[in-house]
Nanobody, 121 residues
Framework: QVQLVESGGGWVQAGGSLRLSCAAS????????MGWYRQAPGKQRELVAT???????NYADSWKGRFTISRDNAKNTVYLQMNSLKPEDTAVYYC???????????????WGQGTQVTVST
């Protein structure tokens, strides 16, 4: 069984910063990609950023330059540093992990429970 524990969300004023964390634990042999997605009220879930096990990153255009994704492979943890936050960044942020439970296993995706980020004017 795999668990993803997210933390770091909360309330912040526009222009402020938050750092989200997502730690994976349980029956994990290896992790491939890790990423952050968000879902704003009334909208579909969308990609924010992903990072491979080798550190290659990919960002949706809306967050390039303001958000930074990183990971600590030793801790099976992915981070999202969010700077210069805007009210339109308000959403529930979900981490996603692509992992396998044994060497010859297939990769599967798992979602965190989500953490609320609220940015006020």
């Amino acid at each position: 069984q795999v668990q993803l524990v997210e933390s770091g969300g909360g309330w912040v004023q526009a222009g402020g910063s938050l750092r989200l964390s997502c730690a994976a634990s349980g029956s994990i042999f290896s992790i491939n990609a890790m990423g952050w997605y968000r879902q704003a009220p009334g909208k579909q879930r969308e990609l924010v950023a992903t990072i491979t096990s080798g550190g290659r990153t990919n960002y949706a255009d809306s967050w390039k330059g303001r958000f930074t994704i990183s990971r600590d492979n030793a801790k099976n943890t992915v981070y999202l540093q969010m700077n210069s936050l805007k009210p339109e960044d308000t959403a529930v942020y979900y981490c996603n992990v692509e992992f396998r439970i044994r060497r010859d296993g297939y990769y599967q995706n798992y979602w965190g429970q989500g953490t609320q980020v609220t940015v006020s004017t």
